[in-house]
């Protein structure tokens, strides 16, 4: 059965403490792996799309990489800002359908 | 530009009411989607269509219902309504089937008592 594993569910940073989230995946005939930013009372927010192993991305204070086993998003010097819930989500297939991990809730406090 | 806009953001149904969770989108995608999030839980696909006519079901359809009749309207009906349909529901569309991401709408939280 396809599945996506998020560890650890919630992690708690000071301002600059970098720190990584990982995402493991077992999807046979990966399409793509997604990671979203989620914010208390609103719907998820895109932020990369990884297609192979060995590609990396960055936006900001992120960095998303993958391997073909699992994905990492690797924060550098957080702000308070970068707080939410950060979602991964992996494509099986055709029409685009994701299947979500549970999240990993980030906390980072000044 | 609106994005993706849901109706209504809050309900609360009584065991066996029906209701339709509106969703309409304004970026001419072609891929839309109904997806369930529980606490502690991923989002679940309940429903997703690829164009205006067409749907299929996701990994938890059952006690719902789709129509696509247009490309910006997906509705989500629920029939017979039971506590475990209890969630916060999401809608969410792509311009295609090839890795985009979504654009997620602000959901509709549904408590049913």
């Known amino acids: 059965e396809d599945q996506v594993t998020q560890s650890p569910e919630a992690l708690r940073l000071q301002e600059g403490e970098s720190s990584s989230l990982n995402c493991s995946y077992t999807?046979?005939?990966?399409?793509?792996l997604f990671w979203y930013r989620q914010d208390p009372g609103k719907g998820p927010e895109f932020l990369f799309t990884l297609y192979s192993a060995g590609e990396e991305k960055e936006k900001e204070r992120l960095k998303a990489t993958l391997t073909k086993k699992e994905s990492f998003l690797h924060i550098t010097a957080p702000k308070p800002e970068d707080s939410a819930t950060y979602l991964c989500?992996?494509?099986?297939?055709?029409?685009?359908?994701?299947?979500f991990g549970a999240g990993t809730r980030l906390a980072v406090h000044p | 530009n609106a994005g993706v806009t849901q109706t209504p953001k809050f309900r609360i149904l009584k065991i066996g009411q029906s209701m339709t969770l509106q969703c309409a989108q304004d970026m001419n995608h072609n891929y839309m989607y109904w997806y369930r999030q529980d606490p502690g839980m991923g989002l679940k696909l309940i429903y997703y269509?690829?164009?205006?006519?067409?749907?299929d079901k996701g990994e938890v359809p059952n006690g719902y219902n789709v129509s696509r009749s247009t490309t910006e309207d997906f509705p989500l009906r629920l029939e017979l309504a039971a506590p475990s349909q209890t969630s916060v529901y999401f809608c969410?569309?792509?311009?295609?089937?090839?890795?985009?991401?979504?654009?997620f709408g602000s959901g509709t939280r549904l408590t049913v008592v």
């Open positions: 969410a569309s792509s311009p295609s089937g090839r890795g985009d991401g979504y654009t």
């Open positions: 999807v046979s005939g990966l399409r793509g």
């Open positions: 989500a992996a494509s099986d297939g055709g029409y685009n359908k994701l299947i």
């Open positions: 269509s690829v164009g205006a006519g067409i749907t």
